[in-house]
């Protein structure tokens, strides 16, 4: 099965920037399309970020967009998320979604990491 292992978390100043960076291993072999969620204290899960296996689509929440840049790299069934002029309400868990289909990420289904905390304070 597939188990995605999410890094780059951490403490940043309102105006910085933070790169994550979600990487699969297990022993089943698979084209996913990945993509990033988020959610904090109290809040509903919110999509961020998503990015398709076979094309250059890319997805993005209104909230984000001009500030998140996701990449990927195939070969590794990598994705990244570079975060730009964070705010403190970008502070959540931010987790790493991958599933075979674009469709499904973006709905929230598949395989899920286990999250990385990224804290936007002064």
């Known amino acids: 099965q597939v188990q995605l292992e999410e890094s780059g978390g951490g403490l940043v100043q309102p105006g910085g920037s933070l790169r994550l960076s979600c990487a699969t291993t297990?022993?089943?072999?698979?084209?996913?399309?990945m993509g990033w969620f988020r959610q904090a204290p109290g809040q509903e899960r919110e999509f961020v970020a998503a990015?398709?296996?076979?094309?250059?689509?890319?997805y993005y929440a209104d909230s984000v967009k001009g500030r998140f840049t996701i990449s990927r790299d195939n070969a590794k069934n990598a994705v990244y998320l570079q975060m730009n002029s964070l705010k403190p309400e970008d502070t959540a868990v931010y987790y790493c979604?991958?599933?075979?289909?674009?469709?499904?990420?973006?709905?929230?289904?598949?395989?899920w990491g286990q999250g990385t905390q990224v804290t936007v304070s002064s």
């Open positions: 990015s398709g296996w076979s094309d250059s689509s890319t």
């Open positions: 297990g022993r089943t072999s698979s084209t996913l399309s």
């Open positions: 979604v991958a599933d075979h289909q674009t469709r499904t990420v973006l709905a929230g289904h598949g395989y």
